[in-house]
């Protein structure tokens, strides 16, 4: 049966596929769906209610304490996007193309094993470290230095996200250039490039989606982030999380704290696309 | 010959590994030079050097007269092309070959009008707005040749830039290699394996082995007479046969071999040992009936197999002695009787034979 | 065949109601029907084995607790579990209207509990009884007042409320991210008295003075936060909290004390109630029995982590007994100035809801004082 083999051929790949969509279906979209529904429920006595009220989102969306958080949790998100991209970078440049190769596979480890630990714990960590009878401020006196206020601020805020975001963006880097072809710099070398114009004019465009995707998931987790506005700046002022968990507290909310969740996925879609459009750029114009 | 590359007794060692050992070469303005051998014979290390790619660990390189041997690889001046020819993916085709242009700080119009001056010099006019990913591996290696040419370089380094392409287009790409070495009048240096490319386009051609230079010389001067067992194996002269000089016959020694009493065009005194090589081509097997000239050998095997490469065939022969022959000749049609098994009589013209001088 | 669609239609629905009740955010812990299993919605840590211990031990029964922070996240919990879900609750009093409201209570007969040994005070405490009728049980109280830290004041510098906006304390005020407590203590600092029953320009009086605090503020704290604050020096003063807060603290070696401010201070009191439907209501009335006894009050009161004052004298008593030094931190010594000095004197108001606005009302006003 010669004709059933190119079938079979396209068959497989889409029947390995099914379990992952099925996954998706399960644990993103059909949760999603339900965000949204929710939006327009309403809460009677603590209680939520099917109905279709538009006026959860009038409410959300024109409240001051929501466009305040959100443009706030925007900035800190940007912020900390910026941020760890000029911190991770160099690092990901040294890991990937200066190390050898059994140095670069510790320090992949070195950096994976973050990911998976507990980044609650990291924050405590850093409250204890930063705040004004902590670990920071202690060495400070004992080397006659005066105090620091170093816990509830911008500082402190990201140092926290950057405990979230630095290691996974600095090893989409590091993947990014050990995925691009090495030859590239040396023969941008031999055609008469300086090595701040290799960096400039052929690693940073060569690895372009790997800086979109490293740039997404770092905004993505700085904006959704929790624990870090909440315990290293003592929710002042509030992020979207926040307001999220806020909402919910006081008169059980759901649908209004549905309403800015929603908002926030559709701002990280944006987000997403923006990202994608531009540094696909080179593929739209084929 | 002036030197207008010479390299001075140049090394190169990595840990556990001397890729390069005590190379000295002079390689003179204009000249089209093949750096050929195995692979891991040093022959791309010392290229990378040359382009300031690799720092020596030993020796200088001097280009012009001037030691460029600490000189950062984008103030050297020697443009390459690189077997995976290294085209920018994310630069259309003109801003791949205006690189150099942009990096020393041209104007955007010169730029462009000097980059499509070269895409038409390799026939690629009016491409210039393409992405790489839509040309074909000829057309990708035509931008990387223009991409290294466009700063107008006394120099072209070339490391195995042909051998990712197919035969048809090998040849024709090395046609233009050739045309473009003709106008241009600049140094090529040129490493590749290949035996056939090296001979098709160098005006000399370097033999290397283990890091050592082997042989220096035009192509033919290096296959008609390799200095070793080595060069005459890359030369695919694989057949050495090694016996003591029987007697001495009016510039011919006799050698006593397995093979018999074979005559060799060399005078050394009897008693001594002697190496010699045949070429491929210039053995010859003996028609039924047929006896070898006088003063000809004759040797005697059995046909292995046929090898036909278009209209050339090869044909592996066992000598009765065990030895392995490989003979090459025109296909002529009359290769019927030549199964494998077949019983059949080699012969060459004693004067053929090249008698090695450091075996 | 009619048979197996049916069956599996049933299934099909079953497994929809269990999605919409797993989605549907209701609690229902697998043994909550179990016959020795005690189901209390209560503060976290009121199942302290501390606590606790004794109680199971004797009943032969297990105490299980599920925690709540804050009033409005309790109702909400109430309201979405399935009736039978919880035996017990105890709830703050301001809170508890709102559940008899709901029919969420039962009613209790005063005769089983020991309200006589109750401070006079409080035997007939107002948020506890419905026309005339008793649905909740006083376990502990205590007061909210301005805690300080003190290495950085001395008590008289923080008689007044007004201490929080001296430059002192810029960026040193901290807040228990609870609008109820902490909104109380600046309408009490704007003269208002009692400070959660105030009119339309009051309570925009409150606004104001609330956010003109926002220069001086340090951060909106969770409980856990709040520890760690005041303990590492985050935070120098923080309103509406109280000895619950600093007590411990300050057994533990903080340099943190709480005062009531001329202005005058909030009491927050804590009630069992019986939830209604129960069909452990006699377990129920023996848990409460238990907590109310003299044991069980003095049990309350120390716990390491959560010091408290309590109603009952018997309580004060045994305390004394039993551990004097204890008895001496707590001012809950009968024969010396003790917490009951302050409620005599009148200084401390009863936390209540907004009365005269909605909730929502104040929720607002917290949530845009903390996005300012």
Known sequence: MPGMAPIRRKALPALLGVPVVLWQLAFFVLPLVFLVVITFWKVRNFKLEPAFDLGNWE??????????????????????TILSMLLAFPAAHAIALRLSDKARARWIAFLIIPVFSSYILKVYAWQVVLSPGGVLNVAFGALGLPQADLLGGMLSLHIGLLTLTLPVVTLILTFALMGMDKTLIEAARNLGASRAQVLLQVTLPAIKPGLGLAAVTAFLMAFGDYASPVFLTGSNPPTLSILIVDTVKSGSQWPRASVIGVSMLAILALAFVLVQLATAKREVQR | MTAYVRLEALEMRYPGHHAVKDLSLDIAAGEFIALMGPSGCGKSTTLRMIAGLEQPTGGRILIGGEDMTQVPPDQRGTPMVWQSLALFPFLTVEDNVAFPL???????????KTANEWLDKVGLGGMGKRNIAQLSGGQRQRVAIARALVTQPSILLLDEPLSALDAHLRVHLQTELSRLHRELKITFIYVTHSQS????????????ADGVIQQVGAPRDVYRAPVNAFVAGFMGMNTQVTGKVAAQDGGLSWLDCPEGRIAVPASAPVGADLTFVIGTDRIRLLAAGETAPQGHPSVPGRVVGIEFVGSTQTIFIAADTGRDYRLQRLDLGDDAALTPGAAVTMTWDPHHAWVLPNP | MTRQIDLSRRGFIGAGAALAAGTSLRWSPAYAQEPQVLNYLSWPGNADPYLVAEFEAENNCKVAIKEYVGGDQMLAVINQSPPGSFDVVLADAEYLHLLKEADFIEELNPADYPLQDFWPEFQKFPLHWFDDKLYAVMTDFGYLGLSYNTEVYKPEEVSSYAAMWEPKATGKVGF????????????????????FDIDEAAFEALKEKLFSLKPQTAGFYTIADIFSSLRNG???LIPGIGEWVTLGLRLDGAPVDT??????????????????????????RKFIQYTTSPRGQVLMATKADNKKSIPSIPGWKLLAETMPDQAEVLRLQLDKPNVMDDWKAGRVALRQLPQQQAIEDWNDVWSEMKSL
């Open chain 1, 59 to 80: 409410k959300v969306l024109t409240s001051t304490p929501f466009q305040r958080a959100l443009v706030y949790t925007g900035e800190v998100a940007l912020i900390a």
């Open chain 2, 102 to 112: 942009k990096m020393r700080g041209d104007s955007p119009a010169f730029r462009r």
């Open chain 3, 259 to 284: 005062i009531l401010p001329a202005e005058g201070g909030i009491q927050w009191t804590e009630s069992m109630s019986i939830v209604k439907g129960t069909p452990k209501a006699d377990l129920a």
């Open chain 2, 197 to 208: 490319e090296a001979f098709a386009l160098a005006d000399r051609v370097v033999v290397m």
């Open chain 3, 234 to 236: 985050q935070a120098h």
């Open chain 3, 176 to 195: 228990f991210d609870w609008y109820l407590p902490s909104m109380g203590c600046i309408s009490l600092s704007n003269g208002n008295r009692p400070p």
